[in-house]
């Protein structure tokens, strides 16, 4: 029997869609309970999109939380694969606190986890299918790319402690070079100093454009092998209808607890917040005892709505 | 005649009312985004000039970085004072080097804090405040207020205010000093991080000319 499309939301569409997407990629569907002990989102609670988990004792006396997130629990629940690879994807339900919101909400998001030997050649295919999950949404899309170890080591070449390492890096999410240049100046940094780190963030725009100042910005800072690592990264794009769409901007950061090497987001014309994200998140996966090495991405759902009202206007 | 810019290119603005947001106006027409028409008086709140690709909206200063995150503008101008209390998701583009004034703590004249007690503060920027006294290990309960904190010590309500001090005077006259300066604050130049992306052309010819760059 035959669905016809017509019963479908829109949000349901988009979900089979990209499901399509990641199977034909190679990807296995993984299937996870809506609970989780909350333990697990208080240890790791800057990792979390928003504040705030809803919880219950269940039974047996146990704190559980619905889930906010869905890598948490994946980390947690797979066990390491050495040199092979583990190609999974999701489509769940999250429960969270949403920006402009007045509480929690129920969000659904897809997406696909690898875990296991992520080398280079699989953080291009995830990446190309970062830009083919947008291209599957809008034709009017930009996946914007950084490399966090590039930008960790020039923040770190101006930053004297922690707080100052976290206000520069929120600064930099914020395309703030202003604000940076004053957080220097207050901690007693010579006058210049950040001018890697503003220069590196000032470079954006599609890779052919920009690469070539990367890997100057880069070299100087003594960081060659990052920017080579994002030019090999981005190298599928080219010559391709995407390259265009394909954006390096360093303001694209992530917490480096957390996170490292490639990070990325995706946006859609009319919509004001990032419907894709993802990375790699080799240093969650220390902290939780996985030896494995891991990329992602997740697209958030509901965000897409301003699609279908503007199929409505 | 000079070629309209399409809809889809045309940069949404979010000015704040009042004087600030029409300083902010003859900085943008002089860095080539003119639109004659929000100069008559009217009631009117927005305003086209299609020609130079930009639409401009006054809105309450407090609501500018609102409309910038939520994507109905796409750049807009805010103080300092707000981004740091909201926190929007936008960027920070430039600093206006306008609107300036800064955070402070203000308390009557000669008062002598008791550090054995919770310090009392009256403001409209609780986050702000909470952040300043937390940095400091300093246990405080805020008293959030909407308007006229000034009379807060005189009346006993708090111990201290934590507000935007521009001249002074209004402390002054309510015999309140100024016994620590949080952070200056002037007028930025924010933008959706979206709405970045799709209209980076318009919203750097509109950074170069503020800067007084050629581009």
């Not at chain 1, 004297?160 to 100046?185: F, P, Q, T, V, Y």
């Not at chain 1, 503003?198 to 880069?218: E, F, H, K, S, V």
């Not at chain 2, 101008?77 to 306008?98: F, H, Q, S």
Request: hydrophobic letters at 40%.
């Amino acid at each position: 029997m035959e669905i016809n499309e017509a019963v479908l939301e829109e949000k349901e569409r988009t979900g089979f869609l990209l499901r399509e997407l990641f199977h034909r990629h190679g990807f296995s569907r993984y299937r996870m309970g809506k609970f989780e002990e909350y333990d697990l989102y208080s240890r790791n609670k800057d990792f979390l999109m928003s504040d705030g988990v809803i919880t219950f004792t269940d039974t047996g006396g146990r704190l559980m939380a619905l889930k906010p997130d869905v890598t948490l629990s994946m980390v947690k629940n797979l066990r390491d694969c050495g040199e092979g690879l583990q190609k999974l994807y999701y489509h769940e339900n999250v429960y969270r606190v949403s920006a402009g919101a007045d509480g929690f909400r129920e969000e659904t998001q897809v997406g696909v986890e690898c875990m296991g030997r992520v080398d280079g050649k699989v953080i291009s295919e995830v990446l190309r299918m970062a830009a083919e999950s947008l291209a599957t949404l809008s034709p009017s899309y930009v996946l914007e790319i950084s490399h966090l170890d590039l930008l960790s080591a020039l923040v770190d070449g101006v930053a004297l402690d922690d707080g100052m390492r976290k206000s520069i890096l929120a600064c930099a999410g914020e395309k703030n070079l202003h604000g940076i240049s004053e957080i220097c100046r207050a901690a007693g940094l010579h006058p210049g100093a950040e001018e890697g780190l503003l220069a590196l963030l000032g470079t954006y725009g599609p890779p052919r454009a920009i690469l070539p100042t990367i890997r100057q910005i880069a070299a100087a800072n003594g960081c060659a092998e990052a920017a080579q690592s994002l030019s090999q990264s981005v190298a599928g794009f080219m010559g391709t209808e995407a390259e265009e769409k394909i954006w390096i901007d360093f303001s694209a950061t992530g917490d480096l607890k957390y996170y490292n090497g490639i990070a990325f987001k995706g946006f859609l014309w009319g919509i004001p917040d990032p419907v894709l994200s993802g990375g790699q998140y080799d240093a969650l996966m220390r902290r939780m005892r996985r030896k494995d090495r891991a990329i992602g991405f997740a697209v958030f759902l509901n965000r897409l709505d301003r699609l279908t009202e503007k199929g409505e206007k | 005649m000079e070629a309209r810019v399409s809809p889809e290119q045309t940069l949404n603005v979010a000015l704040p009312k009042g004087r600030l947001g029409e300083k902010v106006y003859g900085l943008f027409a002089q860095a080539g985004f003119p639109c004659p028409s929000i100069l008559e008086s009217s009631r009117k709140l927005i305003f086209e000039n299609p020609e130079a690709g930009v639409r401009y909206f006054w809105v309450k200063p407090s609501d500018v970085a609102i409309y910038v995150a939520r994507g109905a503008a796409d750049i807009g101008v805010a103080g300092k004072d707000i981004l740091l209390e909201y926190r929007p998701e936008v960027y920070e583009l430039m600093d206006l080097g306008i609107g300036k004034c800064r955070m402070a703590v203000a308390a009557p004249v000669g008062f002598r804090e008791n550090p054995e007690r919770p310090l009392r503060v009256a403001t409209k920027f609780s986050r702000i405040a909470r952040d300043y006294y937390g940095g400091m290990g300093r246990d405080i309960e805020i008293i959030h207020l909407n308007g006229s904190i000034e009379i807060a010590p005189i009346l006993g309500l708090s111990d201290v205010i934590v507000d935007i001090v521009e001249t002074g005077t209004t402390l002054r006259e309510n015999h309140l000093e100024v016994r620590e300066e949080i952070v200056p604050i002037s007028a930025r130049l924010i933008a959706n991080k979206s709405g970045f992306k799709f209209k980076r052309a318009a919203v750097e010819r509109l950074m170069a000319g503020l800067e007084g760059r050629e581009q």
